[in-house]
């Protein structure tokens, strides 16, 4: 999801640092003491969060009158976010000032700051949650961390290995045995494969032009890339040594970013350019559905009730509310500056 506020197809750049002297060192997640974190009650439904990348805040939205309640600084380009395994914090990866804002995913008041991650643009957890990968977008590398439990809650995170890769690493996606990591990188058009196990690549093979997300089907057997270079997304077969190309499923230029309908068989697809929001039958492997998504879509999430699309509207400065049973949209709202990421904890499941 590169970092322009503009209508095209521009490549990305990427988030997270880390000084030598620190790679062998300890990263903690760990719960929050009272006097490090603002007190505030929860509302009555968890706040909607999205990423203003180039104003590096985060805006917090209301749930139930929908009006943005307040922004909390981050650091330099915050782009992607992420549950922690205890569920007590939303880990907000800022890119170019190498950190991790960590927010309280119910009240949406900061809790910490953690320093001294390497260009952090991209950031997953393994499903056992004994490994978190970061995609160093402008460094053009992985780093695997080692996760590990804590006493009381939070997890400790060692890095294991730092990984080389092609150029921008973009996207991950780890499968649901905790083994492999799949990272797109956009600028060399290519996918990598990396053993968590053994922090080395399996295979790095060539693909479509300027690949961004990547989702792995429930069965881990195929795995789909969207290309914002095309309006296509790739399918390829994974079950054997080396993945083979088995189709090419025609959404809207600018196909870029995935979010799990919930059902184990179909998953949104957002297109950049083509201002629309396709769904894909994982059985078909077809479209299905097309809903409208004006201003440049980028990130989703799905509220629980499956029946509201949010999306953020790069391009418009906007986080905008879709309807999947009428397929209109229903409500757009103003963000800052180029807003990426947009999380909730009253979301559908993500599989």
Same mark, same amino acid.
């Given at each position: 999801? /590169? %970092? @322009?506020?503009?209508?095209?197809?521009?490549?990305?750049?990427?988030?997270?640092?880390?000084?030598?002297?620190?790679?062998?060192?300890?990263?903690?997640?760990?719960?929050?003491?009272?006097?490090? =974190?603002?007190?505030?009650?929860?509302?009555?439904?968890? !706040?909607?969060?999205?990423?203003?990348?180039?104003?590096?805040?985060?805006?917090?939205?209301?749930?139930?009158?929908?009006?943005?309640?307040?922004?909390?600084?981050?650091?330099?380009?915050?782009?992607?976010?992420?549950? @922690?395994?205890?569920?007590? =914090?939303?880990?907000?990866?800022?890119?170019?000032?190498?950190?991790?804002?960590?927010?309280?995913? +119910?009240?949406?008041?900061?809790?910490?700051?953690?320093?001294?991650?390497?260009?952090?643009?991209?950031? %997953?957890?393994?499903?056992?949650?004994?490994?978190?990968?970061?995609?160093?977008?402008?460094? /053009?590398?992985?780093?695997?961390?080692? =996760? @590990?439990?804590?006493?009381?809650?939070?997890?400790?995170?060692?890095?294991?290995? +730092?990984?080389?890769?092609?150029?921008?690493?973009?996207?991950?996606?780890?499968?649901?045995?905790?083994?492999?990591?799949?990272?797109?990188?956009?600028?060399?058009?290519?996918?990598?494969?990396?053993?968590?196990?053994?922090?080395?690549?399996?295979?790095?093979?060539?693909?479509?032009?300027?690949?961004?997300?990547?989702?792995?089907?429930?069965?881990?057997?195929?795995?789909?890339?969207?290309?914002?270079?095309?309006?296509?997304?790739?399918?390829?077969?994974?079950?054997?040594?080396?993945?083979?190309?088995?189709?090419?499923?025609?959404? &809207?230029?600018?196909?870029?970013?995935?979010?799990?309908?919930?059902?184990? +068989?179909?998953?949104?697809?957002?297109?950049?350019?083509?201002?629309?929001?396709?769904?894909?039958?994982?059985?078909?492997?077809?479209?299905?559905?097309?809903?409208?998504?004006?201003? &440049?879509?980028?990130?989703?999430?799905?509220?629980?009730?499956?029946?509201?699309?949010?999306?953020? =509207?790069?391009?418009?400065?906007?986080?905008?509310?879709?309807?999947?049973?009428?397929?209109?949209?229903?409500?757009?709202?103003?963000?800052?500056?180029? !807003?990426?990421?947009?999380?909730?904890?009253?979301?559908?499941?993500? /599989?």
């Amino acid at each position: 999801m /590169n %970092r @322009t506020d503009k209508p095209s197809i521009a490549r990305h750049a990427p988030i997270w640092h880390v000084a030598g002297a620190l790679l062998a060192g300890v990263l903690s997640l760990g719960l929050i003491s009272p006097a490090a =974190s603002q007190s505030a009650s929860a509302p009555a439904k968890p !706040p909607i969060f999205v990423l203003n990348s180039l104003d590096a805040t985060i805006s917090v939205v209301d749930a139930v009158s929908f009006k943005e309640l307040r922004r909390l600084p981050t650091g330099k380009e915050p782009h992607h976010l992420y549950l @922690t395994p205890d569920e007590k =914090s939303l880990m907000v990866a800022n890119a170019r000032a190498d950190s991790m804002t960590l927010v309280d995913p +119910r009240t949406g008041q900061v809790q910490r700051v953690m320093e001294g991650i390497a260009d952090p643009y991209q950031l %997953r957890f393994s499903p056992d949650m004994k490994w978190f990968v970061t995609a160093a977008n402008r460094l /053009n590398h992985v780093d695997i961390y080692r =996760s @590990t439990p804590r006493l009381g809650g939070g997890v400790d995170l060692v890095l294991a290995k +730092r990984v080389s890769t092609g150029k921008t690493p973009s996207h991950i996606n780890i499968d649901s045995k905790s083994t492999v990591a799949y990272v797109t990188m956009q600028d060399s058009d290519e996918l990598i494969a990396i053993d968590l196990a053994t922090q080395t690549p399996r295979w790095k093979v060539p693909v479509g032009k300027l690949p961004a997300d990547v989702f792995l089907t429930p069965d881990d057997k195929q795995l789909m890339i969207g290309l914002t270079g095309d309006s296509f997304v790739e399918v390829y077969d994974i079950t054997g040594p080396k993945p083979v190309l088995s189709k090419r499923i025609k959404t &809207g230029e600018g196909a870029h970013a995935f979010r799990a309908w919930g059902d184990k +068989r179909h998953v949104l697809l957002s297109n950049r350019v083509a201002n629309t929001i396709s769904k894909i039958d994982m059985q078909t492997m077809s479209v299905v559905a097309t809903y409208p998504a004006p201003g &440049g879509p980028d990130c989703m999430d799905l509220l629980s009730d499956g029946k509201t699309i949010l999306v953020t =509207s790069r391009w418009a400065r906007k986080l905008t509310f879709i309807d999947t049973v009428t397929q209109k949209v229903i409500r757009q709202i103003p963000m800052g500056r180029s !807003p990426h990421g947009v999380w909730t904890l009253d979301h559908a499941p993500r /599989n």
